[in-house]
């Protein structure tokens, strides 16, 4: 599967953005996706997680209540909204895929990564 990541882009503090990632080769409803990010200089980092059919989702700490992850199978995409960002949620956020786990944080576990999309929140 070649995954398509979208929708970064420069938003002051407490705004909102929309990421996007497209999946195409292989139907997506096959795959649990999940979203990371690699702020400057920083390990890159876990932001949240889907399952399959979109029943289930998990967060990091730093983005609950904040972050919205959703997947669409009819379109072979998912969406992480993003309220009320901040300063430190500036990064490059990277979707995954993998159809060896149900949903998970860790990296390791994702073969299939998209190209990266930048984020950049204002103070």
């Known amino acids: 599967v070649q995954l398509q990541a979208s929708g970064g882009g420069l938003v002051q503090a407490g705004g909102s953005l929309r990421l996007s990632c497209a999946a195409s080769?292989?139907?997506?409803?096959?795959?649990?996706v999940g979203w990371f990010r690699q702020a400057p200089g920083k390990k890159r980092e876990f932001v949240a997680a889907i399952t399959r059919s979109g029943f289930n989702t998990y967060y990091a700490d730093s983005v609950k209540g904040r972050f919205t992850f959703s997947r669409d199978n009819a379109k072979n995409a998912v969406n992480l909204q993003m309220n009320n960002l901040k300063p430190e949620d500036t990064a490059v956020y990277y979707c995954?895929?993998?159809?060896?786990?149900?949903?998970?944080?860790?990296?390791?576990?994702?073969?299939?990564w998209g190209q990266g999309t930048l984020v950049t929140v204002s103070s």
């Open positions: 995954a895929a993998s159809t060896r786990i149900g949903i998970s944080a860790t990296e390791a576990l994702y073969d299939y």
């Open positions: 080769g292989r139907t997506f409803s096959s795959y649990a």
